[in-house]
Each structure stands twice: as C-alpha cells, then as structure tokens.
C-alpha cells in the first residue's frame, strides 16, 4: 500500500479540538501500534497485512507527525498518552496488546504507568518495545537532534531538507538494510505535511521529559503486571546493543531478541523477523 492509499484508508478523529488520523483493521485481540519521531503510524505498513490478519491493528498518527494536528508547540509525551485513551474509549477498545517503537516507547511506558495505577481508559494486555530511548542515559541522540534541540534549533529548522532527513536515517538503518529511494520520499512527506517540518525542534522535547520522569517510565517497565518484550536491532547507534545490555541489567527476567546487524528500524528493515517475535510473544 502505498502513502496516499494509507491516507484514504484512514479515518480522522477530533480530540480536544484537534484531528488525529488513525487506522483500525482486522478483528480479533486488540494490538496498538505506537510508532516513532519524526515519521508517523505509516512505519508499519510492512507488518499491517500480516498482522490484521490475526489482531484488531489499531494505530495513529500521534499529535505533530504524519496527519494528524501540527502546530508550533511541544508535546508532553502524557499528552499522546491521553489521546491514545481517547481514542481508544472511542473505539470502544477494553483491553489491548501493545507494540511501540522510539518515541512511541516512551508513551508506551507512560500508558504502562498509568495501567499499573489503574488510571488508563483500557487495560494493557503485553508490551512489545522496538528500539528506542529507554533509558536516557543510554540513548545517544543524533548530532541534529542534539542541536535541534539546543536555544539555535529554532533557526536551524530552516534549514532542514530532504537530504539530511535521507543523511540521518542512512546513518540509524543497518548497514546491509538502508532505506529505498521511496522509504525517504515517504518520510520527507510525513514529516513536511501541514508544514510539520517547520516544528520539529519542538517535537524533540520529549528527550527532556525523559530525563524529567526517568524513574516513574523505567519504574513501570521494573514492575509491569503484563509480559513485556523488547526485540531491538543491535547496530542501530541511537539505542542498539548497548541499549540492550542496559535493558537486561535493569528489567528483572528481560525478556530480549537481539537482531543482529539490523539498526534503528527494524519494522521496516527486518519485517518478517519482527513479525516472527510478535506471534511468538503474543500468539498467532
């Protein structure tokens, strides 16, 4: 499927006086797909036909990526947590298995919080975490990232282009599984839609709000009630093997698949490996 037919697929829900595009397909358990900065529910294409097949796919666009609601402000990561309840209420959704990557992790880890309080509009089934800043002092963030998110970011989004999007995201794929010409012209387009491009410094204030809330986001994943799975592509240089050995050192009886050679990707890298640690962690 293709960017606008995933589009047109879709559906657009108002949340508090802002739209945000989701998708839900398939019937059986509930799976929730929380995807990453700075692309959009779209990172899953490669795993939706496959896995609608089985589960409920629910997934969206969270506030300020891909098609929802982009505007010149930040986020708070409990922010997407509460529209993910929303709509979540909204599809009449009780109970649901959990898949994340990158900065949809850390939502994740907020909604485990808020499960583990028993303040969630739904109950989580399983935690599935794809590579992504657990830990923020294992995460090491991109030389962009970090200057975006300095008092200059402001002005240095001006200068942002398709070229340093195809740059950075060639630096985090695996070496052996860059991503396709059509790969990057779908990113830019996600990322460009309703002139998001023009904000994404400000979307990067969630590697604050991981500093900011360290303990109670890897507190919830220390003491999860619900089985938790992280499956992680080991030479991703953001957060890959050594983010990993991070993991088995602080969550009690981790639960690990190491994919070796895969980076920061691995949806869109190694699909079919991916899909393989989701039905055997969650059943097929």
């Known amino acids: 499927m293709q960017l606008n037919q995933w589009r047109e697929s879709g559906q657009f829900l108002d949340i508090n006086h802002q739209r945000v595009f989701y998708q839900t397909e398939g019937k059986g358990p509930v799976l929730l797909l929380i995807h990453g900065y700075p692309t959009a529910s779209f990172d899953w294409i490669k795993l939706w036909p496959a896995l609608t097949k089985t589960f409920r796919c629910v997934t969206l666009d969270m506030l300020g990526f891909g098609f929802s609601t982009k505007a010149p402000k930040k986020h708070l990561i409990k922010e997407q947590a509460a529209v993910?309840?929303?709509?979540?209420?909204?599809?009449?959704?009780?109970?649901?298995?959990?898949?994340?990557?990158?900065?949809?992790?850390?939502?994740?880890?907020?909604?485990?919080?808020?499960?583990?309080?028993?303040?969630?509009?739904?109950?989580?089934?399983?935690?599935?975490?794809?590579?992504?800043?657990?830990?923020?002092?294992?995460?090491?963030?991109?030389?962009?990232?970090?200057?975006?998110?300095?008092?200059?970011?402001?002005?240095?989004?001006?200068?942002?282009?398709?070229?340093?999007?195809?740059?950075?995201?060639?630096?985090?794929?695996?070496?052996?599984?860059?991503?396709?010409d059509r790969d990057i012209d779908d990113f830019w387009a996600l990322i460009t839609e309703n002139n998001g491009h023009k904000y994404m410094h400000l979307l990067l204030d969630y590697m604050k709000q991981r500093k900011q809330y360290r303990e109670r986001w890897?507190?919830?994943?220390?003491?999860?009630?619900?089985?938790?799975?992280?499956?992680?592509?080991?030479?991703?240089?953001?957060?890959?093997?050594?983010?990993?050995?991070?993991?088995?050192?602080?969550?009690?009886?981790?639960?690990?698949?190491?994919?070796?050679?895969?980076?920061?990707?691995?949806?869109?890298?190694?699909?079919?490996?991916?899909?393989?640690?989701?039905?055997?962690?969650?059943?097929?």
Do not use: W
């Open 218 to 284: 890897v507190g919830a994943l220390q003491n999860a009630n619900v089985p938790v799975r992280l499956t992680a592509g080991m030479a991703d240089p953001i957060s890959g093997a050594h983010m990993a050995a991070r993991y088995r050192a602080l969550i009690p009886n981790a639960d690990v698949v190491e994919l070796a050679d895969i980076g920061h990707y691995p949806q869109i890298e190694s699909a079919e490996v991916v899909l393989e640690s989701v039905f055997e962690f969650i059943g097929n």
């Open 84 to 180: 993910i309840s929303a709509l979540m209420e909204h599809l009449k959704v009780s109970h649901a298995h959990v898949l994340s990557h990158d900065y949809g992790d850390t939502v994740a880890q907020e909604l485990l919080a808020q499960h583990l309080e028993k303040s969630l509009s739904f109950c989580i089934n399983s935690l599935h975490l794809l590579n992504g800043g657990l830990f923020p002092e294992t995460h090491r963030a991109l030389p962009i990232q970090k200057l975006l998110l300095s008092p200059i970011g402001g002005l240095l989004i001006r200068f942002l282009n398709k070229n340093a999007i195809r740059k950075s995201m060639h630096n985090i794929f695996g070496q052996n599984t860059p991503p396709s």
